[in-house]
């Protein structure tokens, strides 16, 4: 599975990129309000960090402001993925840019019917946003599950980008049942190696191997 950071936090950006566990990263409005930079100027700058795909969403809401905005969102770097929203305008400007060899990431997604949709409009991506639902008490995963199976019987080649993930239990879970990415806030990424018996354990070889005096360096 691959993963993706969910921010526009070039400190968080940099610091797990080093990691070499970071494939990609995504952004949203909410993302780059927060960040407080100009949004070309931070999109340029996370693709210069990062070099898998690089989603930046248009602000447009009709379908030719969309491919407007999404054309020049791709101008930015080779890596970018002109991010849509799941609703008729965004499955045009879907198809259209698509259609120009962009990479592709549609947005907001809640049901397996609007995947469906994306998919046929030539999405590179599917954003399922599994949090959201299991705040209005749905199940996120039973969705990204839906789409698997979906995308799997007719051998779509859009990849099941699961995002609004909040916890570990969600990585796991997507991972279980094949997301092909998850996008995560960085610090759900930072608490994935996290174990209590594993920083125990490690405590107690550190305290016996200090009786021992050595250096396997010397
Ligand atoms: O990738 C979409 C994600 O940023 C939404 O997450 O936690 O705002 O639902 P959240």
């Given at each position: 599975?691959?993963?993706?950071?969910?921010?526009?936090?070039?400190?968080?950006?940099?610091?797990?990129?080093?990691?070499?566990?970071?494939?990609?990263?995504t952004?949203?409005?909410?993302?780059?309000?927060?960040?407080?930079?100009?949004?070309?100027?931070?999109?340029?700058?996370?693709?210069?960090?990062?070099?898998?795909?690089?989603?930046?969403?248009?602000?447009?809401?009709?379908?030719?402001?969309?491919?407007?905005?999404?054309r020049?969102?791709?101008?930015?770097?080779?890596?970018?993925?002109?991010?849509?929203?799941?609703?008729?305008?965004?499955?045009?400007?879907?198809?259209?840019?698509?259609?120009e060899?962009?990479?592709?990431?549609?947005t907001?997604?809640?049901?397996?019917?609007?995947?469906?949709?994306?998919?046929?409009?030539?999405?590179?991506?599917?954003?399922?946003?599994?949090?959201?639902?299991?705040?209005?008490n749905?199940?996120?995963?039973?969705?990204?599950?839906?789409?698997?199976?979906?995308?799997?019987?007719?051998?779509f080649?859009?990849?099941?980008?699961?995002?609004?993930?909040?916890?570990v239990?969600?990585?796991?879970?997507?991972?279980?049942?094949?997301?092909d990415?998850?996008?995560?806030?960085?610090?759900?990424?930072?608490?994935?190696?996290?174990?209590?018996?594993?920083?125990?354990?490690?405590?107690?070889?550190?305290?016996?191997?200090?009786?021992?005096?050595?250096?396997?360096?010397?």
């Open positions: 599975m691959k993963f993706f950071v969910d921010t526009a936090e070039i400190d968080d950006i940099k610091d797990l990129a080093a990691t070499g566990m970071v494939d990609g990263v952004t949203n409005p909410s993302l780059i309000m927060k960040s407080g930079r100009d949004i070309i100027e931070v999109t340029k700058e996370i693709c210069s960090i990062v070099d898998g795909p690089v989603s930046a969403e248009v602000a447009a809401t009709e379908a030719d402001a969309m491919i407007a905005e999404g020049k969102l791709a101008e930015i770097a080779d890596n970018i993925a002109v991010k849509v929203p799941l609703n008729w305008d965004g499955l045009k400007a879907c198809k259209t840019l698509s259609g060899g962009k990479m592709v990431n549609v907001l997604c809640f049901s397996a019917n609007q995947a469906l949709l994306a998919a046929k409009a030539g999405a590179t991506f599917i954003s399922p946003f599994i949090g959201r639902l299991d705040d209005i749905l199940d996120g995963m039973d969705l990204i599950a839906e789409i698997r199976q979906i995308y799997d019987n007719y051998h080649q859009t990849e099941i980008l699961a995002a609004s993930i909040r916890t239990n969600h990585v796991k879970d997507c991972a279980l049942v094949g997301a990415v998850g996008t995560m806030p960085p610090d759900v990424i930072r608490k994935l190696a996290d174990h209590v018996l594993t920083a125990k354990g490690l405590d107690a070889f550190m305290k016996d191997w200090a009786k021992t005096g050595q250096n396997i360096l010397s």
